[in-house]
């Protein structure tokens, strides 16, 4: 079993920046593939960008490519999601998830998933 926990989220102004974090525990770390997903109220769930287990490849979204920044320290076990430039339809409940064979966009690829942090951007 993998346990995620998020942290970082709040309240922030339009244009604002944000650093989520997930801190992974149960498995050794370097083995999965780590990704961030958002939900907006009413919405599917949605990914955001993902990241190979040594980091060297990374993925995003159209909607946060160029503003938002995933990457990863092994030796801490942790993952992080760098947002810049935001905006209001950024807000959303984002989710740390994690997977050892699947690395794509789909959700059900993705085997573990923490309990989501707030993230409200206001105009």
């Known amino acids: 079993q993998v346990q995620l926990v998020e942290s970082g989220g709040g309240l922030v102004q339009a244009g604002g920046s944000l650093r989520l974090s997930c801190a992974a525990s149960g498995r050794t770390f370097s083995s999965l593939h780590m990704a961030w997903f958002r939900q907006a109220p009413g919405k599917e769930r949605e990914f955001v960008a993902r990241?190979?287990?040594?980091?060297?490849?990374?993925y995003y979204a159209d909607s946060v490519k160029g503003r938002f920044t995933i990457s990863r320290d092994n030796a801490k076990n942790m993952v992080y999601l760098q947002m810049n430039s935001l905006k209001p339809e950024d807000t959303a409940v984002y989710y740390c998830a994690a997977g050892s064979v699947g690395y794509s966009s789909a959700i059900g690829t993705w085997d573990y998933w923490g309990q989501g942090t707030q993230v409200t951007v206001s105009s």
């Open positions: 990241i190979s287990k040594s980091g060297g490849s990374t």
